[in-house]
């Protein structure tokens, strides 16, 4: 008798969500790599598509206390600005 492994929803979720975050990066992949403009708006299409769907599982999670996100303070959002910008600045 096979007894089939038993997932709990946040375990499931957690599957989901690495797995959507794979697929992201696979068609970030494909759509850098592709020189079809024609496959690059399909990769596109689903890139967004996919990306909907994992921040829906994400924001599921964080709802459920199943994903802990900590607000950044406002002198590291700054800092980041201040960074980001330097870094646009040099590439002129």
């Given at each position: 008798?096979?007894q ?37 708006n ?14 829906k599982?994400f ?13 950044a ?10 960074k ?5 600045n040099?590439?002129?």
């Open positions: 008798m096979n089939q492994p038993s997932f709990s929803e946040q375990e499931l979720m957690q599957d989901i969500l690495a797995t959507e975050k794979q697929v992201i990066s696979a068609y970030s992949t494909g759509i850098t790599e592709s020189s079809c403009q024609n496959l690059r399909v990769l596109v299409e689903n890139f967004n598509h996919t990306q909907d769907i994992q921040y599982v924001e599921a999670m964080r709802q459920k206390g199943w994903y802990q996100v900590k607000d303070e406002d002198n590291e959002v700054q800092l980041a600005k201040n980001s910008n330097q870094m646009m040099s590439l002129k």
